[in-house]
DNA sequence: CGCGATTTGTGCACGCCTTCACAAGCGCCT
DNA sequence: AGGCGCTTGTGAAGGCGTGCACAAATCGCG
């Protein structure tokens, strides 16, 4: 999965606001099905059926309708799904019609192609700073952004209103980033080195760790090679290779 | 989460031939010990106490006792792990002993990145082929490795006995290549194009939205602020903002 | 040799998530 | 107006994962 845990959620009894507090797993997969919604839209529907849209998320239909039930019943019964108003109460609840400002801290390797990536300007976030500790790479700019120097991060997220910070740096600086940025008064952080990050309380820390899922791939590879290659014996004794499927 | 649903685990009874069947969550942070174990065993230490070695992969300690116990029994009573014998292990578990083969496919902006990770190779991985449809990028080299027609792609991949399939292309282009690589014969893929993968029953994907990740976030800035900022009243009513934490 | 300190391995209970199955609701056609 | 087909929303059941709490096992020391 390779996600670390979130720090908080309060432990409010009964005094929740105007806010509904959904499942940490109806919130992971929110985004997925925005991204068909706008899919959909862009060939002209205007209404999908929760079948319909759970095949274009790869999910199953009851498991998306229970889903969307827990935003509140934006579906009509015999039609289905609004796409235009489906698509704009998720944005609302994702918080995405705020066009949030990012930190981008670490311009090596990776971080020089998420400053390019357009999936995130496409997805209502704007990248508003770079930076980088290594003088070398201090000044240059990349898609018209200049690289700032690591020092300038703490003022840059208060003048600019930096809400959510990226980490893309090598594993002994990340942590220190983090202060950084907790300091400054970020509650986000992505953090894409190979570490665990330590916060206080109420910060948010998502982790992205590429080598993770490939080690994960790597499991099922070694596990059904050591299916299929059985030295002698009772392969196929109940029947069906491929089941399930979803 | 950003993980796609693994297409298959057969629906086999009892006839699991000599290989533990290790819960999917127990599988997802194996890598994260295995990186935790690595960096104790560059400081020198022989053994490590759950306690230890779960602060160090950042997880709970009754848990990571559980999650080793799946492996059998390699620890000892009132000692702790023996950290080599525990890297061998999991390695082996993960199959990182046979340092697979990976083909990338897509060499923009994002594949570029990985194809220059230097965090593939030190876990067991070797890139060794780059492919992209772009004729303007086709016989460029990046690190020493040479991008190749997508074209070559089947031939490469039994010629190059690879293994796992590297998706870093635009999300029109993804559903082609996956198919091809599974008519070549792999059967485990990681996605990183936007989109959903059909792929027969035995193949594996793990998809990595990099954009989904960063939505998630927003979410709890959007959850965090709407607490914070409550029109008129019952703010703190019952007390502690900062809960759990783990 | 025995005892206490330490740490693993695990039985158990709890909570979250998924999935099925179906009642309730909506629109369309006759 | 009435009925029929389609689709949503949800109650309930089952499975999985987590974390506590403790018994079992090992080491070191007197």
Chains 1, 2 share one sequence.
Do not use: W
């Not at 959620?9 to 925005?34: K, Q």
């Not at 997805?123 to 300038?152: C, S, W, Y």
């Not at 190979?194 to 590429?210: I, N, Q, T």
């Amino acid at each position: 999965m390779s996600q670390q845990r979130h720090g908080n959620t309060p432990g409010n009894a009964g005094a929740v606001p105007a806010f509904p507090d959904l499942p940490e797993a109806t919130i992971a997969r929110l985004p997925e099905y925005l991204r068909a919604l706008h899919n959909l839209a862009e060939t002209g529907s205007e209404t999908v059926s929760s079948e319909g849209l759970a095949a274009a998320a790869g999910v199953n239909s009851a498991k998306l309708r229970k889903d969307l039930s827990h935003l509140g019943s934006y579906g009509t019964r015999g039609v289905g799904y609004d796409v235009a108003l489906l698509i704009d109460q998720i944005e609302y609840i994702l918080g995405l019609d705020q066009r949030r400002a990012v930190a981008l801290v670490g311009v090596g390797n990776l971080g020089h192609a998420l400053a390019g990536y357009d999936g995130f300007a496409s997805r209502g976030f704007r990248i508003v700073g770079l930076f980088d500790a290594d003088a070398e790479r201090v000044g240059k700019t990349i898609n018209g952004l200049p690289v700032r120097h690591v020092d300038e991060l703490g003022r840059a997220v208060v003048e600019d209103g930096i809400t959510i910070g990226v980490i893309a740096t090598p594993a002994g600086a990340a942590q220190g980033v983090a202060d950084e940025l907790v300091a400054a008064g970020v509650t986000s952080i992505l953090n894409f080195a190979p570490c665990v990050l330590s916060v206080p309380a109420g910060v948010d820390v998502r982790k992205v760790d590429l080598a993770i899922e490939l080690q994960i791939l790597s499991f099922h590879e070694h596990r059904k090679a050591s299916l299929t290659a059985l030295p002698g014996g009772r392969v196929g004794e109940n029947g069906n290779q491929e089941a399930v499927g979803s």
